[in-house]
């Protein structure tokens, strides 16, 4: 089946450092990749997304690539502040075969602190 | 900007009591979704409604666990009897179309089971 392997946290920086999280996945078939983020206390938000092969997602100055020959999909950010403090998950979407729609399948989450 | 509503924000309970969760997606969106998300993992889903129909809820434990839709808009997700290993955050999300891959979720209902 479908999986998600995010690095451990929680990752802990500096505010202006680069962050990276690596992301990996198993997938059968062409998936879309995603990165979300959630806040304390809040629902988890699309960050961004990217939907084939050497695809790249970006928002708020995180970006990441899609690369089907290392099945990665690595988060990265050059300056990271401090209200990007959150846990940021990475998730795969693959049809659902009978019925429709699509199934997201997340990892477990990487907490990132930024501190001043 | 729309979002999808959940209640309540927050629930404590007793083992084998009942306990029910309520969603209201964004106006217009036809799939639900029912996570839950257990304390230091990723969510996982439940069940997910096309309309009012349930197009997939083959991780959803079916002998405690129900949810519905009936008219196709708001819906309701239903333990009981509660366990302890059911302490959790579940959250709702919805998108507009079918095969959309965006997802928007709700804030969440965290779940306590003493």
């Known amino acids: 089946g479908n999986s998600v392997t995010q690095m451990e946290g929680p990752v802990t920086l500096s505010e202006e450092a680069f962050l990276t999280i690596n992301c990996t996945y198993t997938a059968t078939g062409y998936p879309s990749l995603f990165w979300y983020v959630q806040y304390p206390g809040e629902g988890l938000q699309l960050l961004l997304k990217a939907t084939k092969a050497d695809d790249k997602g970006s928002n708020k100055g995180f970006e990441a690539t899609y690369r089907k020959e290392t099945t990665s999909f690595h988060l990265e950010k050059g300056s990271v502040q401090v209200s990007d403090s959150a846990v940021y998950f990475c998730a795969l979407s693959d049809l659902i075969l009978t019925g429709g729609g699509n199934k997201l399948t997340f990892g477990t989450g990487t907490q990132l602190k930024v501190e001043l | 900007e729309a979002e999808v509503a959940q209640s309540p924000r927050y629930k404590i309970t007793e083992k084998s009591q009942a306990v029910a969760f309520w969603c209201d997606p964004i106006s217009g969106h036809a799939t639900l979704y029912w996570y839950r998300q257990i304390l230091g993992q990723g969510p996982e889903l439940l069940v997910q409604?096309?309309?009012?129909?349930?197009?997939?809820d083959s991780q959803l434990p079916k002998d405690r666990f129900s949810a519905e839709r009936l008219k196709g808009v708001d819906s309701t997700l239903k333990i009981q009897p509660a366990e302890l290993g059911d302490s959790a955050m579940y959250l709702c999300?919805?998108?507009?179309?079918?095969?959309?891959?965006?997802?928007?979720f709700g804030a969440g209902s965290r779940l306590t089971v003493l």
């Open positions: 409604f096309q309309d009012e129909s349930v197009v997939d």
């Open positions: 999300a919805s998108s507009l179309e079918r095969e959309a891959n965006v997802l928007t």
